[in-house]
């Protein structure tokens, strides 16, 4: 979950290569999908502060102490694109503090971006091996911090509360995160009764430029302790696919070096 969950890091690349074959596709969207509908002035006025919606979304996956006694995390699972009928895999790596590997392997292609604490990399058939700079590298490292759900206060400028809003059913409170580099703001969606974490809007930075970013997080299962999204409705411009974690495995040794850059071939 930060990224929020890990999983939204690796959108930058896929949408490349979908894109492509999806241009002047439309993709319905149904269930936690749905576009958030605002309720009532009257009722968002009655929106609790940042403060307590963040302690009540930190005690509701299990608490700071139960998240920091993990030092790394292996997540495993599928992607698939409905319009395209594509389907592929998808390998997670991350290791506190600031790690981060995701790997997708999709129809023949591989995808990965990497994150090794101070350098941003991606490496995908479109535009090769690259390294990120800008507000891309500043939206890798806030997505590489292992310990993102916690550091929220820490990795935004400033957060306050916009209204409240409806996605599929759910009442839910936004929040709005200002991030220091500037761009607009990220607007995160959390349930008004379970505390969770449903739904993350922001802008996503990559080689062919910023495009809106959407993703919805369900199925949150309790893995060691802490409860974890294991499906990711994630939208990207105009592609719209789904990925479903199988596999969680926590305090896993990784090596610091498969988070660096690869050599040039």
Not at 101 to 122: E, K
Not at 158 to 170: A, D, F, Q
Not at 225 to 249: A, C, L, W
Request: cysteine-free; charged content about 25%.
């Amino acid at each position: 979950m930060r990224r929020f969950f890990v999983l939204a890091s690796v959108s930058f690349a896929l949408v490349v290569t979908v894109q492509g074959a999806a241009r002047g596709q439309s993709s319905s969207q149904t269930g936690a999908q749905m576009a958030a509908k605002p309720v009532t002035p009257a009722a968002a006025t009655a929106a609790p502060t940042v403060e307590q919606i963040l302690d009540r979304y930190v005690k509701a996956i299990g608490g700071r102490e139960a998240w920091q006694k993990f030092t790394s995390r292996v997540s495993m699972g599928t992607i698939e694109v409905p319009s395209m009928n594509l389907s592929g895999v998808v390998m997670i790596h991350e290791k506190a503090p600031d790690k981060l590997l995701d790997s997708v392997v999709i129809n023949g292609a591989s995808f990965r971006q990497g994150f090794d604490g101070t350098l941003g990399w991606t490496d995908d058939p479109q535009d090769g091996l690259r390294e990120q700079t800008g507000a891309e590298l500043a939206e890798a490292r806030r997505d590489a911090d292992f310990f993102h759900p916690l550091d929220l206060r820490r990795l935004y400028a400033k957060l306050t509360v916009s209204g409240k809003e409806k996605i599929g059913g759910r009442d839910t409170y936004v929040v709005e995160a200002t991030v220091p580099e500037g761009s607009e703001p990220t607007k995160m969606y959390f349930d008004s009764e379970s505390g969770l974490l449903l739904r993350v809007v922001k802008q996503n930075h990559g080689a062919d430029g910023v495009t809106q970013f959407r993703e919805d997080f369900e199925d949150y299962r309790d893995v060691d302790g802490i409860k974890v999204p294991f499906t990711s409705h994630q939208t990207n411009g105009d592609t719209t696919y789904t990925m479903t974690i199988s596999e969680v495995r926590h305090n896993v040794e990784l090596n610091d070096s498969e988070f660096a850059k690869p050599a040039v071939q």
